[in-house]
């Protein structure tokens, strides 16, 4: 079965740093794309970056363009997030997501990792 | 970016049909396909794939849900209604890039 496994959220102060990091399981990670969904408190879904099967290739919503880098290793079968200059409005829970490699629609989900920036 | 815009919310009672829209500002046809999908995520939990490809049902997904559309214009169906289906609903666009609908949230009366 696909397990996704995210970590590495928590609080941090704006303007600082954070990696989060997505376990994965179950399925030929490096013949997959994967994704980063974010969900702010009580708000919908918002699509973050993704990135292609080989690491290759990588997409980035504006908001956070030049602040976030989404990575893979596809060694240890993860995928990562790294967080700069983060501010409030980053504050969300963070999803980790499989991409069906063709259509682009995400087929499986990590269960989330809250990331809350602030003072 | 594209658009995609989907009522706040819906009220059915048990048993009748839940019909959820998603209008997107561009079409999203390409090649015979809709790269328009529905996802169902309930309160606390992570968000679950129901269909892609607008029409198509995922896998372990009952048949009560079905999805049609083209174009800018797509439906989500739920026939007949039941108790565990109280949830938000998103659609979700992958012509270009990623984008999602604000989400319908589904309520019994």
């Known amino acids: 079965e696909v397990q996704l496994v995210e970590s590495g959220g928590g609080l941090v102060q704006p303007g600082r740093s954070m990696k989060l990091s997505c376990a994965a399981s179950g399925f030929t990670f490096s013949s997959f794309p994967m994704a980063w969904v974010r969900q702010a408190p009580t708000k919908g879904l918002e699509w973050v970056a993704s990135?292609?099967?080989?690491?290759?290739?990588?997409y980035y919503r504006d908001s956070v363009k030049g602040r976030f880098t989404i990575s893979r290793d596809n060694a240890k079968s993860s995928l990562y997030l790294q967080m700069d200059s983060l501010r409030s409005e980053d504050t969300s829970t963070y999803y980790c997501?499989?991409?069906?490699?063709?259509?682009?629609?995400?087929?499986?989900w990590g269960q989330g990792v809250m990331v809350t920036v602030s003072s | 970016d594209i658009v995609l815009t989907q009522s706040p919310a819906l009220a059915v009672s048990l048993g009748q049909t839940a019909t959820i829209s998603c209008k997107t500002d561009?079409?999203?046809?390409?090649?015979?396909?809709?790269?328009i999908h529905w996802y169902q995520q309930k309160p606390g939990q992570q968000p679950k794939l129901l269909i892609y490809l607008a029409s198509n049902l995922a896998s372990g997904i009952p048949a009560r849900f079905s999805g049609r559309g083209s174009g800018t214009d797509f439906t989500l169906t739920i026939d007949p209604v039941e108790t565990d289906d109280t949830a938000t609903y998103y659609c979700q666009q992958s012509r270009n890039l990623w984008t999602f609908g604000g989400g319908t949230k589904l309520e019994l009366k």
């Open positions: 997501a499989k991409d069906d490699g063709y259509n682009n629609y995400f087929d499986w």
């Open positions: 561009q079409n999203v046809d390409y090649y015979g396909n809709s790269y």
């Open positions: 990135i292609s099967f080989d690491g290759r290739n990588t």
